[in-house]
């Protein structure tokens, strides 16, 4: 999927800048992070979402209406244990 088809060339040390319109259709400002990854032979470059942002904007999407029936049960503790094993200062 291109945006503008714009060609950019990469710097001595690397670097791409992102053109504008690629900036402002993921809603990157200046001194953003960003995640790139490579896919199917393409450099892919998303916006950084926070674990914090993740969960503020999941919160309230499971409850007893939307939980399946089958779903198991875990603990609030068991959950940040999963989703923080990666963290530096996990214990």
Sequence with gaps: MSVDGTERKIDE???VTLPQSVRERLDLD???RVR???EDGRVVVQ???SRTAFIESMEGIVNEETKRD???TITPEDLKDDWTSDLPDHH
């Design 70 to 72: 089958d779903a198991p």
């Design 13 to 15: 040390k690397g670097r």
């Design 36 to 38: 790139i990854t490579v």
């Design 30 to 32: 200046a001194g953003e």
């Design 47 to 49: 916006p950084h979402v």
